[in-house]
Protein backbone atom coordinates (compact mmCIF):
# COMPACT_ATOMS: atom_id res chain seq x y z
CA UNK A 1 0.00 0.00 0.00
CA UNK A 2 1.40 3.46 -1.02
CA UNK A 3 1.27 5.97 1.07
CA UNK A 4 3.29 8.91 -0.33
CA UNK A 5 2.64 10.85 -3.80
CA UNK A 6 5.24 13.43 -4.62
CA UNK A 7 5.30 17.01 -2.87
CA UNK A 8 5.06 20.30 -4.16
CA UNK A 9 8.35 20.98 -4.87
CA UNK A 10 8.80 17.04 -6.18
CA UNK A 11 6.02 17.82 -8.93
CA UNK A 12 7.83 21.04 -9.58
CA UNK A 13 10.92 19.04 -11.02
CA UNK A 14 10.00 16.71 -12.04
CA UNK A 15 6.86 17.10 -14.30
CA UNK A 16 8.79 18.21 -17.13
CA UNK A 17 11.69 15.42 -17.36
CA UNK A 18 8.41 13.60 -17.53
CA UNK A 19 7.63 15.09 -20.20
CA UNK A 20 10.33 15.52 -21.74
CA UNK A 21 10.89 11.26 -21.90
CA UNK A 22 7.35 11.21 -23.35
CA UNK A 23 8.37 13.69 -26.19
CA UNK A 24 11.28 11.68 -26.41
CA UNK A 25 8.90 8.02 -26.77
CA UNK A 26 6.94 9.93 -29.40
CA UNK A 27 3.81 9.90 -27.22
CA UNK A 28 1.29 11.72 -28.22
CA UNK A 29 -1.39 13.71 -26.26
CA UNK A 30 -4.54 16.22 -26.29
CA UNK A 31 -3.91 19.69 -25.32
CA UNK A 32 -6.69 21.65 -25.62
CA UNK A 33 -9.62 23.05 -22.84
CA UNK A 34 -11.28 19.89 -23.51
CA UNK A 35 -10.87 15.91 -24.78
CA UNK A 36 -12.95 13.89 -27.42
CA UNK A 37 -15.91 13.52 -25.57
CA UNK A 38 -16.37 17.30 -24.10
CA UNK A 39 -15.11 16.77 -20.45
CA UNK A 40 -12.43 19.35 -19.28
CA UNK A 41 -9.14 18.89 -19.03
CA UNK A 42 -8.68 19.76 -15.59
CA UNK A 43 -12.18 19.21 -13.66
CA UNK A 44 -11.29 20.51 -10.41
CA UNK A 45 -14.50 18.81 -9.29
CA UNK A 46 -12.62 15.42 -9.25
CA UNK A 47 -9.74 16.86 -7.14
CA UNK A 48 -9.84 15.58 -3.29
CA UNK A 49 -10.55 17.49 -0.08
CA UNK A 50 -8.06 18.95 1.59
CA UNK A 51 -10.10 17.12 5.10
CA UNK A 52 -12.37 14.26 4.54
CA UNK A 53 -15.85 14.68 4.17
CA UNK A 54 -16.93 11.19 4.59
CA UNK A 55 -16.20 7.75 6.21
CA UNK A 56 -14.60 7.11 9.46
CA UNK A 57 -11.81 9.40 9.16
CA UNK A 58 -14.49 12.53 8.38
CA UNK A 59 -12.50 15.68 9.49
CA UNK A 60 -9.30 13.85 10.53
CA UNK A 61 -5.66 15.29 10.06
CA UNK A 62 -2.84 13.88 11.06
CA UNK A 63 0.28 16.65 12.68
CA UNK A 64 2.80 15.73 9.47
CA UNK A 65 -0.09 17.04 7.34
CA UNK A 66 1.03 20.73 7.92
CA UNK A 67 3.90 19.99 6.50
CA UNK A 68 2.85 18.44 3.58
CA UNK A 69 1.83 20.09 0.57
CA UNK A 70 -1.89 19.92 -0.48
CA UNK A 71 -2.22 19.04 -3.98
CA UNK A 72 -4.04 21.96 -5.04
CA UNK A 73 -0.65 23.55 -3.89
CA UNK A 74 1.08 20.76 -6.01
CA UNK A 75 -0.62 21.66 -9.18
CA UNK A 76 -0.34 25.43 -8.83
CA UNK A 77 3.56 24.88 -8.31
CA UNK A 78 4.06 22.75 -11.40
CA UNK A 79 1.27 25.19 -13.59
CA UNK A 80 3.36 28.25 -12.87
CA UNK A 81 6.43 26.28 -13.98
CA UNK A 82 4.93 24.72 -17.24
CA UNK A 83 3.53 28.64 -18.48
CA UNK A 84 7.12 29.93 -17.72
CA UNK A 85 8.99 27.00 -19.70
CA UNK A 86 5.84 27.94 -22.42
CA UNK A 87 7.10 31.77 -22.22
CA UNK A 88 10.62 30.93 -22.30
CA UNK A 89 11.07 28.40 -25.53
CA UNK A 90 8.71 31.70 -27.14
CA UNK A 91 11.67 33.66 -26.83
CA UNK A 92 14.11 31.41 -28.60
CA UNK A 93 10.95 31.13 -31.23
CA UNK A 94 9.81 27.97 -30.44
CA UNK A 95 6.33 27.75 -30.28
CA UNK A 96 5.73 24.84 -27.13
CA UNK A 97 2.30 23.82 -25.49
CA UNK A 98 2.60 21.59 -22.59
CA UNK A 99 0.15 19.44 -20.90
CA UNK A 100 -1.34 21.00 -18.12
CA UNK A 101 -1.35 20.38 -14.46
CA UNK A 102 -3.88 18.78 -12.72
CA UNK A 103 -5.86 16.40 -15.17
CA UNK A 104 -5.51 13.48 -13.25
CA UNK A 105 -6.02 13.98 -9.30
CA UNK A 106 -4.65 11.28 -7.15
CA UNK A 107 -7.39 9.87 -4.46
CA UNK A 108 -5.87 11.56 -1.22
CA UNK A 109 -5.11 15.44 -0.88
CA UNK A 110 -1.46 15.31 0.19
CA UNK A 111 0.75 12.03 1.10
CA UNK A 112 -0.65 11.44 4.63
CA UNK A 113 -3.33 9.40 2.31
CA UNK A 114 -5.45 9.57 5.31
CA UNK A 115 -8.73 8.26 3.66
CA UNK A 116 -7.09 4.77 3.11
CA UNK A 117 -4.22 5.36 5.60
CA UNK A 118 -5.86 2.68 7.82
CA UNK A 119 -7.77 0.72 5.10
CA UNK A 120 -10.66 1.44 3.79
CA UNK A 121 -13.03 4.06 5.58
CA UNK A 122 -16.06 5.83 3.47
CA UNK A 123 -18.60 2.80 3.62
CA UNK A 124 -20.80 4.71 0.61
CA UNK A 125 -17.60 4.37 -1.29
CA UNK A 126 -17.24 0.75 -0.13
CA UNK A 127 -20.86 -0.34 -1.31
CA UNK A 128 -20.57 0.58 -4.95
CA UNK A 129 -17.01 -0.05 -5.66
CA UNK A 130 -15.38 -2.52 -2.94
CA UNK A 131 -12.10 -1.48 -2.65
CA UNK A 132 -11.82 0.41 -5.64
CA UNK A 133 -12.18 4.26 -6.23
CA UNK A 134 -14.59 5.64 -7.95
CA UNK A 135 -14.65 5.69 -11.64
CA UNK A 136 -13.70 9.07 -12.10
CA UNK A 137 -10.53 8.64 -10.60
CA UNK A 138 -9.68 5.50 -12.38
CA UNK A 139 -10.19 7.66 -15.48
CA UNK A 140 -7.13 8.59 -17.28
CA UNK A 141 -6.73 12.13 -18.85
CA UNK A 142 -4.32 11.55 -22.08
CA UNK A 143 -2.56 15.37 -22.68
CA UNK A 144 0.01 14.37 -25.30
CA UNK A 145 2.19 17.07 -27.49
CA UNK A 146 4.04 17.10 -30.32
CA UNK A 147 7.51 15.30 -30.11
CA UNK A 148 10.08 17.83 -30.25
CA UNK A 149 13.16 18.21 -32.37
CA UNK A 150 17.04 17.67 -30.72
CA UNK A 151 17.30 21.17 -30.44
CA UNK A 152 14.43 22.31 -28.98
CA UNK A 153 15.19 19.26 -26.54
CA UNK A 154 18.25 21.22 -25.66
CA UNK A 155 16.62 24.78 -24.92
CA UNK A 156 14.26 23.14 -22.76
CA UNK A 157 16.08 21.34 -20.88
CA UNK A 158 19.73 22.10 -21.64
CA UNK A 159 20.81 19.22 -22.50
CA UNK A 160 20.91 16.65 -25.15
CA UNK A 161 18.23 14.41 -25.97
CA UNK A 162 18.96 11.07 -24.20
CA UNK A 163 20.65 8.40 -25.92
CA UNK A 164 20.56 5.00 -24.93
CA UNK A 165 24.00 3.71 -24.17
CA UNK A 166 25.13 1.41 -27.06
CA UNK A 167 25.00 -2.69 -26.97
CA UNK A 168 28.42 -4.44 -25.77
CA UNK A 169 30.72 -5.23 -28.58
CA UNK A 170 29.46 -9.09 -29.16
CA UNK A 171 26.05 -8.43 -27.42
CA UNK A 172 23.28 -9.89 -29.93
CA UNK A 173 21.42 -7.57 -32.28
CA UNK A 174 17.95 -6.79 -31.09
CA UNK A 175 19.00 -7.40 -26.87
CA UNK A 176 17.64 -5.00 -24.90
CA UNK A 177 20.27 -2.73 -23.46
CA UNK A 178 19.17 -0.86 -19.83
CA UNK A 179 20.21 1.58 -18.08
CA UNK A 180 19.93 5.42 -18.13
CA UNK A 181 20.16 7.55 -21.55
CA UNK A 182 23.30 9.68 -22.16
CA UNK A 183 23.41 13.02 -22.30
CA UNK A 184 25.39 15.98 -23.59
CA UNK A 185 25.19 19.78 -22.53
CA UNK A 186 23.43 21.61 -24.73
CA UNK A 187 24.70 23.95 -27.54
CA UNK A 188 25.85 27.64 -26.31
CA UNK A 189 22.73 29.79 -27.90
CA UNK A 190 20.15 28.98 -30.26
CA UNK A 191 18.51 31.77 -32.70
CA UNK A 192 20.94 34.06 -31.98
CA UNK A 193 20.25 33.68 -27.89
CA UNK A 194 22.31 32.29 -25.46
CA UNK A 195 20.50 29.36 -24.04
CA UNK A 196 19.40 29.44 -20.32
CA UNK A 197 21.61 27.22 -17.35
CA UNK A 198 19.46 24.36 -17.14
CA UNK A 199 17.51 25.20 -20.36
CA UNK A 200 14.06 26.81 -20.07
CA UNK A 201 13.48 23.57 -17.06
CA UNK A 202 16.08 25.45 -14.82
CA UNK A 203 14.86 28.69 -15.66
CA UNK A 204 11.76 28.28 -14.06
CA UNK A 205 12.57 27.00 -11.52
CA UNK A 206 14.95 29.89 -10.77
CA UNK A 207 11.73 31.82 -11.40
CA UNK A 208 9.59 30.58 -8.94
CA UNK A 209 12.24 29.87 -6.33
CA UNK A 210 12.12 26.03 -6.64
CA UNK A 211 14.90 24.69 -4.77
CA UNK A 212 17.03 20.98 -4.99
CA UNK A 213 16.38 20.23 -1.15
CA UNK A 214 14.79 16.92 -1.20
CA UNK A 215 12.08 17.55 1.00
CA UNK A 216 10.65 13.54 1.43
CA UNK A 217 11.60 13.92 4.91
CA UNK A 218 7.53 14.64 5.67
CA UNK A 219 6.71 11.71 3.95
CA UNK A 220 9.72 9.18 5.60
CA UNK A 221 8.78 10.85 9.11
CA UNK A 222 4.97 9.67 7.92
CA UNK A 223 5.76 6.46 6.97
CA UNK A 224 7.87 6.17 10.29
CA UNK A 225 4.96 7.01 12.28
CA UNK A 226 2.78 4.50 10.81
CA UNK A 227 4.97 1.85 11.03
CA UNK A 228 5.50 2.22 14.68
CA UNK A 229 1.57 2.87 15.42
CA UNK A 230 1.63 -0.73 14.45
CA UNK A 231 3.63 -1.99 17.45
CA UNK A 232 1.60 0.18 19.71
CA UNK A 233 -0.57 -1.88 22.27
CA UNK A 234 -3.38 -0.15 21.81
CA UNK A 235 -3.42 -0.66 18.16
CA UNK A 236 -2.59 -3.87 18.26
CA UNK A 237 -5.61 -4.66 20.51
CA UNK A 238 -7.70 -2.96 18.41
CA UNK A 239 -6.57 -4.54 15.40
CA UNK A 240 -7.09 -7.96 17.13
CA UNK A 241 -10.74 -6.69 17.80
CA UNK A 242 -11.49 -6.04 14.30
CA UNK A 243 -9.49 -9.07 13.02
CA UNK A 244 -11.92 -10.90 15.77
CA UNK A 245 -15.18 -9.30 14.19
CA UNK A 246 -14.30 -9.85 10.86
CA UNK A 247 -13.60 -13.38 11.52
CA UNK A 248 -17.58 -13.27 12.87
CA UNK A 249 -18.29 -12.27 9.75
CA UNK A 250 -16.92 -15.14 7.94
CA UNK A 251 -13.11 -13.32 7.24
CA UNK A 252 -11.41 -15.42 8.28
CA UNK A 253 -7.41 -15.24 8.40
CA UNK A 254 -7.40 -11.42 7.96
CA UNK A 255 -4.11 -10.23 10.38
CA UNK A 256 -4.93 -6.81 9.57
CA UNK A 257 -6.88 -4.30 7.22
CA UNK A 258 -4.02 -4.41 4.65
CA UNK A 259 -4.76 -7.71 4.67
CA UNK A 260 -8.41 -7.24 3.74
CA UNK A 261 -7.72 -4.66 1.06
CA UNK A 262 -5.43 -6.99 -0.66
CA UNK A 263 -7.77 -9.59 -0.50
CA UNK A 264 -10.77 -7.31 -1.60
CA UNK A 265 -8.80 -5.93 -4.89
CA UNK A 266 -9.99 -7.17 -7.95
CA UNK A 267 -7.97 -8.00 -10.96
CA UNK A 268 -9.70 -6.08 -13.20
CA UNK A 269 -10.57 -2.90 -11.30
CA UNK A 270 -13.99 -3.59 -10.98
CA UNK A 271 -15.97 -4.57 -7.78
CA UNK A 272 -17.14 -8.04 -7.50
CA UNK A 273 -20.35 -9.16 -5.04
CA UNK A 274 -17.83 -10.63 -3.22
CA UNK A 275 -15.19 -7.57 -2.57
CA UNK A 276 -18.41 -5.45 -1.85
CA UNK A 277 -19.53 -7.82 1.15
CA UNK A 278 -15.72 -8.13 2.28
CA UNK A 279 -15.48 -4.01 1.96
CA UNK A 280 -18.54 -3.24 4.05
CA UNK A 281 -18.25 -5.93 7.39
CA UNK A 282 -14.26 -4.06 7.01
CA UNK A 283 -15.85 -0.56 7.56
CA UNK A 284 -18.34 -2.18 10.23
CA UNK A 285 -15.81 -3.50 12.29
CA UNK A 286 -13.51 -0.62 12.30
CA UNK A 287 -16.55 1.36 13.32
CA UNK A 288 -17.27 -1.46 16.00
CA UNK A 289 -14.13 -1.78 17.21
CA UNK A 290 -13.02 1.57 17.35
CA UNK A 291 -10.31 1.06 15.03
CA UNK A 292 -9.61 4.14 13.16
CA UNK A 293 -9.98 6.65 16.11
CA UNK A 294 -7.91 4.87 18.50
CA UNK A 295 -5.11 4.58 15.51
CA UNK A 296 -4.67 7.64 14.86
CA UNK A 297 -4.71 8.56 18.12
CA UNK A 298 -1.67 6.88 19.04
CA UNK A 299 -0.10 8.12 15.51
CA UNK A 300 -1.25 11.88 16.57
CA UNK A 301 1.00 11.39 19.31
CA UNK A 302 3.98 9.75 17.30
CA UNK A 303 3.97 12.53 14.99
CA UNK A 304 3.40 15.40 17.32
CA UNK A 305 7.19 14.10 18.74
CA UNK A 306 8.25 13.80 15.42
CA UNK A 307 7.89 17.59 15.22
CA UNK A 308 9.04 18.41 18.31
CA UNK A 309 12.50 16.28 17.44
CA UNK A 310 12.42 17.85 13.85
CA UNK A 311 11.13 21.43 14.38
CA UNK A 312 13.72 23.75 12.48
CA UNK A 313 13.52 21.23 9.16
CA UNK A 314 9.90 20.75 9.33
CA UNK A 315 9.36 24.47 9.58
CA UNK A 316 12.18 25.08 6.86
CA UNK A 317 10.61 22.79 4.10
CA UNK A 318 6.82 24.47 5.23
CA UNK A 319 8.28 28.13 4.44
CA UNK A 320 9.87 27.54 1.53
CA UNK A 321 6.77 25.09 0.27
CA UNK A 322 4.73 28.76 0.95
CA UNK A 323 7.50 30.65 -0.70
CA UNK A 324 6.94 28.52 -3.89
CA UNK A 325 3.63 28.60 -4.06
CA UNK A 326 2.96 32.34 -3.48
CA UNK A 327 5.66 32.93 -6.49
CA UNK A 328 3.68 30.45 -8.53
CA UNK A 329 0.60 31.99 -7.48
CA UNK A 330 1.87 35.47 -8.43
CA UNK A 331 3.13 34.23 -11.82
CA UNK A 332 -0.42 32.53 -12.86
CA UNK A 333 -2.14 36.07 -11.77
CA UNK A 334 0.32 38.06 -14.30
CA UNK A 335 0.23 35.40 -17.09
CA UNK A 336 -3.58 36.08 -16.71
CA UNK A 337 -3.47 39.80 -17.56
Given at each position: MKHIKRTATAVALTASALLLSACSSGTSAHTTESVADGKPIVNKENWPEKTPTNGLTKDLTLPLETYMASYEDQVTVEQAAKELQQSCMKDYGIDLTLPRAG???????????????????????????????????????????????????????????????QAPEGLKTG????????????????????????????????????????PTIVAQLAGDS?????????????????????????????????????????????????????AVDDIDCKKQTDLVKIWSGVETAIQEKQIADNKSQLTGIKEQHGKEVAAAREQTAASAQ
Open positions: ANPPPSDNDANIERRYGITDRAEAEKYGYGLPPELQEHTEQTMRDLSGVEIEVLTGHTKPELPSAVTGPGQTKPARAEYNGKKLRTGGCIGWSKDQLGVQEADLVQSMKDEKVVKAIAAWSSCMDGKGHTGLADPYKAMDQGVTNDGKPSQESIVL
